[in-house]
């Protein structure tokens, strides 16, 4: 595949912030887009101003994400990318109180829709025969508790289940990345704090750069993976958190006098 062909693109979550901006971002690119979410509001609309094809599915439905990948490769030929982005807080509050099905819902939305996005557009792939690149939205979750149980639980899995995959479809040509945002102003994440400014205010006080991450750097996070560029990255998470998940001490910690600390040698 050539950074000059159409690639076909399909992303789950397309309506929502993060999936919207990776769909005018690939578009911009020149891509066929394929988006899909399970509410039409704002993701069919969004599909036909970038003259791309909107397709429902619920990705908690295997069947629903099969049939969006047939879409895909029915309207533009094959499938190039397929970004498994769709997802939801979920359960919340203490584990003694956690239930059941709010749990498995949890992980039908953030975990068995990414195992669905990944079997279905490596079986795509492995068809055509000329690789291909699957990615997904994980999270800092992904890593360290920053979140509740039930949506750290499904993104760590999803940082596990990038890794495995890659080492199984590497054979094929098809590299399997994460993009692992920190917190970015989207309706998900507004809803949890309120407002757009009380969403920024929290999400910068908290990392060490004191900035917000915006959707359009996530949008072009997927796109250097997707791109040649990142022809030899495959099995990895590319962070983007103003440091948030990397770097837990304040500056401060950094401001002691010089010196050199021997223990007890
Ligand atoms: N915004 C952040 O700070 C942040 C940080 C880390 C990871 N993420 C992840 O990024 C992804 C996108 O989140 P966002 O912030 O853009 O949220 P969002 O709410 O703006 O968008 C999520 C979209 O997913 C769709 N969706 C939910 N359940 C679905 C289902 N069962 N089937 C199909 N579509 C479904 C929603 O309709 C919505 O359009 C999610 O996986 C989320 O966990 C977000």
Redesign the pocket.
């Known amino acids: 595949m050539t950074e000059a062909e159409q690639k076909v693109v399909v992303i789950?979550?397309?309506?929502?912030?993060?999936?919207a901006a990776t769909a005018r971002r690939f578009a911009a690119d020149g891509a066929c887009v394929v988006l899909?979410?399970?509410?039409g509001a704002?993701?069919a609309p969004l599909a036909e101003a970038l003259g791309g094809l909107f397709v429902p599915?619920?990705?908690?439905v295997e069947a629903d994400v099969a049939a969006l990948v047939d879409a895909a490769v029915a309207r533009g030929g094959r499938i190039d990318v397929m970004i498994n982005?769709?997802?939801?807080?979920g359960a919340v509050g203490p584990i003694v109180e956690v239930d059941g099905t709010s749990w498995s819902r949890t992980i039908a939305?953030?975990q068995d829709?990414v195992f669905f996005g990944m079997k279905h557009a490596a079986r795509a792939m492995i068809a055509q025969g000329r690789g291909g690149v699957i990615l997904s939205?994980?999270?800092?979750?992904g890593f360290v508790a920053l979140a509740p149980h039930a949506?750290t639980a499904a993104?760590h899995a999803v940082v596990g289940l990038t890794r495995s995959v890659a080492a199984e479809l590497a054979a094929h040509g098809i590299r399997v990345n994460a993009v692992?945002?920190?917190?970015?102003?989207?309706?998900?994440?507004i809803a949890v704090y309120g407002s757009d400014a009380a969403m920024r205010a929290a999400a910068a006080a908290r990392n060490p750069m004191r900035t917000v991450?915006e959707?359009e750097e996530i949008a072009g996070a997927f796109a250097y993976l997707a791109s040649d560029l990142g022809r030899n990255v495959t099995g990895q998470m590319l962070t983007v958190d103003a440091g948030l998940s990397a770097c837990p001490l304040p500056a401060e910690y950094y401001a002691r006098a010089p010196g050199y600390i021997g223990g007890a040698e």
């Open positions: 789950t979550g397309a309506g929502g912030g993060l999936g899909s979410d399970i509410n704002r993701a599915a619920d990705v908690t982005n769709a997802g939801q807080v939305v953030l829709s939205t994980t999270s800092v979750a949506y993104k692992a945002p920190g917190n970015v102003p989207t309706p998900m994440t991450v959707a």
